[in-house]
């Protein structure tokens, strides 16, 4: 079983910072591109940011380019997600979960999701 921990979420201002962090176990999470994806209330979940499994390449969702980065430490089996100039509509709880591919067609979870965490911008 691959076990999925988010961690880091929290109230912050608008323009301010959070770092997510995503722990895993259970696999060879190496191997494993990984991405990060959120559900604002009443909306469904959707991607946020990818990154291949050695951490050369990354990819985001337009509303979050040049705002958030994603990062991996595969020694730490953890992945990151530094959030800066936070508004509002990232208001969300934030998940994390490995990738099938890095294609538009591919960015499926593998495994049951955990229990994220919340982030939330006051305006």
């Known amino acids: 079983q691959v076990q999925l921990v988010e961690s880091g979420g929290g109230l912050v201002q608008a323009g301010g910072s959070l770092r997510l962090s995503c722990a895993t176990s259970?696999?060879?999470?190496?191997?494993?591109?990984m991405g990060w994806f959120r559900q604002a209330p009443g909306k469904e979940r959707e991607f946020v940011a990818a990154i291949k499994w050695s951490g050369l390449d990354s990819y985001y969702a337009d509303s979050v380019k040049g705002r958030f980065t994603i990062s991996r430490d595969n020694a730490k089996n953890t992945v990151y997600l530094q959030m800066n100039s936070l508004k509002p509509e990232d208001t969300a709880v934030y998940y994390c979960?490995?990738?099938?591919?890095?294609?538009?067609?591919?960015?499926?979870?593998?495994?049951?999701w955990g229990q994220g965490t919340q982030v939330t911008v006051s305006s």
């Open positions: 259970g696999r060879t999470f190496s191997s494993y591109p």
């Open positions: 979960n490995a990738l099938y591919g890095l294609s538009s067609s591919n960015l499926r979870p593998r495994f049951d």
